[in-house]
Nanobody, 118 residues
Framework: VRLVESGGGLVQPGGSLRLSCTVS????????MAWYRQAPGKQRELVAS???????NYTDSVKGRFTISRNNVYNRVILQMNNLKSEDTARYYC?????????????WGQGTQVTVSQ
């Protein structure tokens, strides 16, 4: 399985970013996909997930600000992040989740860095 994340960058508080993850090696449309993040010195956490049919779930800290979506034609999962806060600063990864835990089914890609700062 190959996971390639992109779209991160430096943004001011209140700004927006759109992350994209392209997935290969699995029958993408059958799998729940998730975005995770890991801040320095902290454990990786699951941020948002989306089932193959489009049902979504979010961790409380991002509800109302982040939106996860997917494109089953192009095997892509998207994370639209609005009203970003400094505490959103982290490296973001996509993967197939193991239930609702912070664990992932496959190895990690390189991730994409999001930095929220003045």
């Amino acid at each position: 399985v190959r996971l390639v994340e992109s779209g991160g960058g430096l943004v001011q508080p209140g700004g927006s970013l759109r992350l994209s993850c392209t997935v290969s090696g699995i029958n993408f449309r059958l799998y729940t996909m998730a975005w995770y993040r890991q801040a320095p010195g902290k454990q990786r956490e699951l941020v948002a997930s989306i089932t193959g049919s489009g049902s979504t779930n979010y961790t409380d800290s991002v509800k109302g600000r982040f939106t996860i979506s997917r494109n089953n034609v192009y095997n892509r999962v998207i994370l639209q992040m609005n009203n970003l806060k400094s505490e959103d600063t982290a490296r973001y990864y996509c993967n197939v989740p193991v239930g609702s835990s912070d664990r992932s089914r496959y190895g990690w890609g390189q991730g994409t860095q999001v930095t929220v700062s003045q």
